[in-house]
């Protein structure tokens, strides 16, 4: 019989590099030899599972020789409980994209949201996590009235920049080329708050070592529309292996339930609430 997805976890979640896992036996796998898969699924590479990523602090990135976050932990949970090498390379945006179709990977995660054309071209997991909408500030601002007529700042061409418009007033929201200028305006004190995703602004504050502000998700408000409907990060899988996606979701589950998601997320500085899904 298949051993739990739980089981196999507690065997093969090894630390890797951008290149694949360090090896535990004499022949080089770090696949222990009585490993069972969860389920029996092709990939690109026998005994391989090829992942394309592209490093999006706090959700993905290397931290030393590892990958890490929640999605560098999910591929590493994926590849263990199919009892497959991780072969993780980093790229681009746009070079994950192409390399999934034309099947020079089978998987991708990091904060990949959906929509209708990644839907058709790929097999898209169950959700992830959420991407909550962030807010940081001095005083732990978290609501809409917490920040009604206070001066305000966000990414220029972030896609909420509308309704804050319509929400605060347009002169009270100032646009910025990147989250890093509008994070300096606010340590200067030229503006309140300053608003973007959750985990972008938990890794600005990581890298910058700072305390002073606080970063919490912005309360549900129907004046914000992304505050009460998040956009899902999803995993995206090859579109001729519908049965990696669903071992994929049996991990995501298992990810979840046993809390290890959330945990993840917090040590990241995000919401743990992120993991979350209804």
Excluded: H
């Excluded at 909420?160 to 347009?170: I, R």
């Amino acid at each position: 019989m298949k051993k739990t997805l739980s089981t196999l976890l507690g065997v093969a979640l090894c630390g890797i590099t951008l290149a694949a896992c360090g090896s535990s036996d004499a022949n080089g796998s770090s696949v222990p030899a009585d490993c069972e898969p969860i389920a029996e699924v092709k990939t690109l590479k026998e005994g391989k599972l090829t992942a394309l990523v592209a490093e999006y602090p706090p959700f993905i990135y290397k931290d030393g020789n590892d990958v890490t976050g929640a999605d560098g932990e999910l591929l590493k949970r994926v590849a263990a409980s199919l009892c497959l090498e991780p072969d993780i390379k980093q790229t681009s945006f746009t070079a994950i994209i192409e390399g999934l179709k034309s099947g020079r990977a089978d998987i991708s995660a990091g904060d990949w949201t959906l929509n209708a054309e990644r839907k058709s071209m790929f097999q898209v997991s169950d959700p992830v996590y959420q991407d909550l909408q962030g807010v940081i500030s001095p005083d732990g601002l978290d609501t809409v009235d917490d920040i009604m007529g206070k001066k305000i700042g966000t990414a220029a061409g972030y896609l909420v920049v509308p309704d804050m418009q319509k929400a605060f007033g347009k002169e009270n929201v100032k646009l910025y080329q990147s989250d890093v200028e509008g994070y300096q305006d606010l340590k200067a004190g030229r503006i309140d708050a300053y608003l973007s995703g959750q985990g972008a602004l938990a890794f600005l504050l990581s890298q910058n070592n700072d305390t002073t502000m606080k970063n919490v998700a912005l309360q549900p408000d129907d004046r914000i529309p992304a505050t009460v409907n998040p956009s899902v990060a999803v995993a995206l899988v090859a579109k001729d292996n519908p049965d990696l996606r669903d071992a994929v979701n049996e991990v995501i589950a298992e990810y979840r339930s046993s809390g290890d998601l959330a945990k993840v997320l917090d040590e990241s500085g995000v919401d743990p609430a992120s993991a979350d899904i209804g």
